[in-house]
C-alpha cells in the first residue's frame, strides 16, 4: 500500500461514525491483506490522529482485522492519552477557579473549547499540546501576572514595545502541572488579518457550566483561519487531519458554507479550507461547498499533490523559501526605525545560538512539508 493508499485509508477509517457506509469498503481492504501498516501508523501519528484512529475502529468493532502488537499500540496510545486529557479537564477546572477569584473572564479555545463543549464522544480523541485562552487585550499583562503569582513561568521574555503585533503572551508552564498555557489576546498572527477580534468573540460567547466558550459559528472561523493563515495552509496547500476532523464535527452543528458567506472576510481562504476537508472526507453531506471554476481548480490542486508528491513537495519548498526572504526582510526593514526593537533584533543575528535556531526552525519547516 503506497502512502496515498494509507492516507484515503485513515481518512475513511475517521469517516466512519459520520458514514458508516464506509465500513463495508474498510472491510474488503482488511481482508486483502495489501494495507501497509507501517505507513497507516506514520500518516496517523504526524497527523496526530491515533486514539482517533482507535475510536473510530473499536466503534465499528474493526480491531480484530487488526495485527496483535498494532492493535496493543492503538490501546496503549489512546489510554495514555484519555489519562491526559482527564488531567487537562482537571487543570482547567484549577485555572478557571484563579480566574473567578480575580473576577477575570477567559474564552477557552480550539480543541479545549470543543471538548469541554462535549463535541468528541470519547475524552481521549483529541490530542491538545496546550491550554488556549482568549482574553480582552487590555487584561492580557494582567492575567499572565496573575498566573506568575500562582506558580506559572513564562518560557521566553515578553516585549511589551511588541504588544500590537503580539498575538499572544510567551507560553506559560507550571513545574507541577502538565499543560502549558498561551493567554491570546487575539487569535491571527498578522496583524493586517484580525477581522475577528476579542469583542466579536465577546459579543457571542456561550456558557457550558462555568466555562465561556466561542460560538459554533466562531469555533468553524477560527479552525478554518488558524490553519489556513497561521499554520500556513493556505500557503502551502497543507491537509491536517486533526484539524479537519474537527471541522468535520463542526459541521454536524452548522452548515460551514452558510457560516462562510454570513462574515465578509476570508471567504474564499475559509471556503478553500471547506474544499481540502471535503476532498479529504469524500464530499460528504455535511461539507457541501458552492461549486464553481475556482473549486474546481483547487480540486485538481489538491489530487496533484497526491499524482505527484514529489514536485509538490518542491512546489511547497520553494513557495515557503520565497514567503520567508520576503516576510523576514520587510521584518527587518520595519524594526529599523524602532530603537527597541532595532536592538532586540540585532541582539537575537549576533546571538550564535538565536541564530542557530532561528536558521533550524527554517530547515524542520522546510523537510517537513
Not at 484580525?194 to 477560527?222: G, M, Q, S, W
Not at 463542526?250 to 471567504?267: A, G, M, P, R, T
Request: proline share 2%; net charge positive; charged share 25%.
Amino acid at each position: 500500500m503506497e502512502y496515498k493508499n494509507a492516507f484515503f485509508f485513515v481518512a475513511n477509517c475517521l469517516l466512519l461514525k459520520a458514514h458508516n457506509t464506509h465500513k463495508s469498503v474498510l472491510i474488503v481492504q482488511l481482508n486483502s491483506g495489501t494495507i501497509n501498516w507501517e505507513n497507516v501508523v506514520r500518516v496517523a501519528s504526524n497527523h496526530l490522529v491515533v486514539p482517533l484512529l482507535y475510536i473510530r475502529l473499536k466503534e465499528a468493532d474493526l480491531l480484530g482485522y487488526l495485527p496483535t502488537d498494532l492493535k496493543e499500540y492503538l490501546i496503549e496510545i489512546h489510554q495514555l492519552n484519555y489519562d491526559r486529557n482527564t488531567i487537562l479537564l482537571q487543570e482547567i477546572h484549577e485555572l478557571n477557579l484563579i480566574f473567578e477569584q480575580h473576577k477575570i473572564q477567559v474564552i477557552y479555545l480550539k480543541g479545549v473549547a470543543h471538548l469541554l463543549k462535549g463535541l468528541y464522544t470519547d475524552i481521549g480523541e483529541r490530542m491538545i499540546g496546550d491550554i488556549d485562552l482568549l482574553v480582552n487585550p487590555k487584561e492580557m499583562e494582567f492575567v499572565a501576572t496573575v498566573l506568575a503569582t500562582n506558580g506559572f513561568k513564562a518560557l521566553s521574555k515578553y516585549d511589551s514595545s511588541l504588544f500590537t503585533r503580539t498575538k499572544h503572551y510567551p507560553r506559560l508552564v507550571h513545574s507541577t502541572k502538565y499543560f502549558a498555557v498561551e493567554i491570546h489576546k487575539d487569535v491571527i498572527q498578522k496583524v493586517g488579518d484580525r477581522k475577528l477580534d476579542f469583542n466579536a468573540y465577546d459579543e457571542k460567547k456561550v456558557k457550558t457550566e462555568n466555562f465561556y466558550l466561542p460560538c459554533i459559528e466562531h469555533l468553524i472561523i477560527h479552525n478554518a483561519l488558524n490553519t489556513q493563515l497561521n499554520d500556513s495552509g493556505a500557503l502551502l496547500s497543507t491537509l491536517n487531519f486533526r484539524q479537519q476532523y474537527d471541522l468535520l464535527i463542526l459541521s454536524k452543528e452548522k452548515n460551514i458554507e452558510d457560516v462562510i458567506q454570513s462574515v465578509q472576510y476570508f471567504n474564499n481562504t475559509m471556503r478553500s479550507y471547506l474544499i481540502k476537508t471535503a476532498y479529504l472526507f469524500n464530499r460528504v453531506p455535511s461539507l457541501t461547498f458552492k461549486e464553481s471554476t475556482r473549486s474546481k481548480i483547487q480540486m485538481y490542486f489538491i489530487a496533484l499533490r497526491f499524482k505527484h508528491p514529489r514536485l509538490f513537495k518542491l512546489k511547497n519548498q520553494i513557495t515557503y523559501s520565497s514567503y520567508r526572504i520576503l516576510s523576514d526582510s520587510r521584518g527587518f526593514v520595519l524594526n529599523m526605525f524602532h530603537t527597541s526593537q532595532r536592538k532586540r533584533m540585532l541582539d537575537h543575528f549576533t546571538d550564535p545560538v538565536w541564530f542557530k535556531s532561528y536558521l533550524s526552525r527554517i530547515f524542520k519547516k522546510l523537510k517537513s512539508i
